[in-house]
């Protein structure tokens, strides 16, 4: 039963385009979302996030969208470039799941490939 | 990830033996989180500590695991009489206050049972 899903296991964008990746979840207790990359071999590194009273967050070249009604989120990278090539974990919480706001439930990831 | 310091980077176990993975918090931090990931699987939660107390095992197998995080020392997290199914990366996770701050994560422990 997964409550959070990143339905592409992979995505393949040329350098210089919009890498789209999509997030879809099931929990409508869910009120806040992150977005980790992850290099083979490394820990994931946080990249932006997004709490449910707001449907848009950027930073730089990232932004999240939020649709709480669809309860899909997404993340844009424009310009995307090849150090952008990484699995991308969208992960969501909320603060009385389990008594913690770090037990997150992650989706299993979108690896995607940006090429030059 | 630098910060959040976990070791062994790769740990290799017999059958039975026991497993024992170390992840010392990001400087300032006082809430530690570990999570495993299994082959194609995303991450899951299994333990959300703070300084000698236990505050949220609900991801936590039954029996063989526990976790630890002393006053002094890193966090530990413990597998008795390892199986192969425990094969696995188990990453630590660290954040400076419970809510509104994301986690910071190391660079995980390979476990791998023979």
């Known amino acids: 039963d997964q409550q959070v899903k990143q339905n592409s296991p992979s995505l393949s964008v040329q350098e210089g385009r919009i890498s789209i990746l999509n997030c879809d979840y099931t929990?409508?207790?869910?009120?806040?979302f992150l977005w980790y990359k992850k290099y083979p071999a490394e820990g994931p590194t946080f990249l932006i996030s997004i709490s449910s009273i707001k449907d848009k967050n950027e930073d730089g070249r990232f932004t999240v969208f939020l649709n709480k009604s669809a309860k899909h989120l997404s993340l844009h990278i424009v310009p995307s470039q090849p150090g952008d090539s990484a699995v991308y974990f969208c992960a969501a919480g909320h603060k009385n799941y389990g008594g913690s706001q770090g037990n997150l439930i992650f989706g299993k990831g979108t690896k995607l490939s940006v090429k030059p | 990830n630098a910060g959040v310091m976990q070791n062994p980077r790769h740990l290799v176990r017999r059958r039975g033996q026991e497993a024992r993975l170390r992840c010392s918090p990001m400087k300032g931090h006082s809430h530690v989180y570990w999570y495993r990931q299994l082959p194609e699987e995303g991450l899951k939660f299994m333990v959300y500590?703070?300084?000698?107390?236990?505050?949220?095992e609900s991801g936590m197998p039954k029996e063989r695991f526990s976790a630890e995080f002393p006053k002094e020392g890193p966090s530990i997290l413990r597998i008795q009489q390892v199986v192969r199914g425990d094969s696995a990366a188990y990453f630590c996770a660290s954040s400076p206050r419970d809510r509104g701050s994301p986690l910071h994560f190391g660079n995980g422990t390979r476990l791998t049972v023979t």
């Open positions: 500590l703070q300084k000698e107390n236990i505050i949220d």
């Open positions: 929990n409508s207790m869910f009120d806040y």
